[in-house]
Structure formats: C-alpha cells, structure tokens
Nanobody
Framework: QVHLVESGGGLVQAGGSLRLSCVVSGSSFTIYAMGWYRQAPGNQRELVAAISRVGTTNYTDSVKGRFTISRDNAKNTVYLQMSSLKLEDTAVYYC?????????????????WGQGTQVTVSS
C-alpha cells in the first residue's frame, strides 16, 4: 500500500552537489517521519538524515553542514540536498518513511524503504 521511489542519484565530482528526492505513494496513509540512509559495499546501512513531520531534523556527524534534509508534506516527498560531496559519500542512498496506513478498517504502523539510488563521487 505504501511505496517509496528515490531519484536524483548519479555520478558527481568531489566538491560538487546533488539533490535526491523520494516520493511516497499509496492510499490511506499518514507519515510520521522520513529519513535518508546509505550503504556502501561491505558496510552496514547507516542513517544520514531524518526529519519529523513538523520539520525537526537530525544528521549524522559526517554530513553536518554539507547535507540538508527537507520535506513537502503536501507532496509526500522528502529531499536530500548534498553539497561539498566527498569520496566517502559514495553509496546507495535509501529513503525511509514510517507512519500508519489503513488496513482492514484499522490503522497499522509501517516502516517502508525505497529501492535506493546510487551516488558515486569521483576525484
């Protein structure tokens, strides 16, 4: 019922910028919070940034001052503006959303993920 689709990834040179987008679609749902995670080969998936419905944000230390997360509640979309990109930012970036949806006449919590979008930073 709830699907997430990321876009905006690609190849960028170190020091450059990239903007990721994630659109949540479905029916009869409401989102509590959204976030961006990333995973590089051989590494665990880590939280990059998160944002609540009212706009409270949280970032991992390695991206503070460089990345900005934002959301458009009306469009059910979350963005990740990435600047001053570094080689170590290379990873697959995943969008996450948690909330609730209507299933069998009752609200049920969900925690959904997108397929991911590849971000590659080159020197």
């Amino acid at each position: 019922q709830v699907h997430l689709v990321e876009s905006g990834g690609g190849l960028v040179q170190a020091g450059g910028s990239l903007r990721l987008s994630c659109v949540v679609s479905g029916s009869s749902f409401t989102i509590y919070a959204m976030g961006w995670y990333r995973q590089a080969p051989g590494n665990q998936r880590e939280l990059v940034a998160a944002i609540s419905r009212v706009g409270t944000t949280n970032y991992t230390d390695s991206v503070k001052g460089r990345f900005t997360i934002s959301r458009d509640n009306a469009k059910n979309t979350v963005y990740l503006q990435m600047s001053s990109l570094k080689l170590e930012d290379t990873a697959v970036y995943y969008c996450n959303a948690n909330g609730r949806y209507l299933r069998h006449w009752k609200w049920t919590d969900f925690d959904s993920w997108g397929q991911g979008t590849q971000v590659t930073v080159s020197s």
